[in-house]
Nanobody, 119 residues
Framework: QVQLVESGGGLVQAGGSLRLSCAASGRTFSINVMAWFRQATGKEREFVAD????????RYADSVKGRFTISRDNTKNTVYLQMNSLKPEDTAVYYC????????????WGQGTQVTVYS
């Protein structure tokens, strides 16, 4: 099995930057897609960005495109989410998720890391 550990959240002023990390451990050879989701208080969980392991393809939600960048460190089995030009509406708990090669669902999740953006 695979385990995910997120880090890097915190409090940042609007316009600032944060870099989130998600480290995968265990049977990392089974990774198909790793992704970031977020959930603000009182709102539904929403997709932020994903990274397709085999092809290195990444995708972004329209709300973060041009501001956020997802990347991978193969040696560390870690994905990062570089968040620039942060806005108060980016405030949420950010979750790392993993889709295994045998699954069509995101069935491995991290604990989440809080990102708070203030004006």
């Amino acid at each position: 099995q695979v385990q995910l550990v997120e880090s890097g959240g915190g409090l940042v002023q609007a316009g600032g930057s944060l870099r989130l990390s998600c480290a995968a451990s265990g049977r990392t050879f089974s990774i198909n897609v790793m992704a970031w989701f977020r959930q603000a208080t009182g709102k539904e969980r929403e997709f932020v960005a994903d990274f397709w392991w085999s092809g290195g393809t990444s995708r972004y939600a329209d709300s973060v495109k041009g501001r956020f960048t997802i990347s991978r460190d193969n040696t560390k089995n870690t994905v990062y989410l570089q968040m620039n030009s942060l806005k108060p509406e980016d405030t949420a708990v950010y979750y790392c998720a993993l889709r295994r090669t045998v699954s069509s669902l995101y069935d491995v999740w991290g604990q989440g890391t809080q990102v708070t953006v203030y004006s």
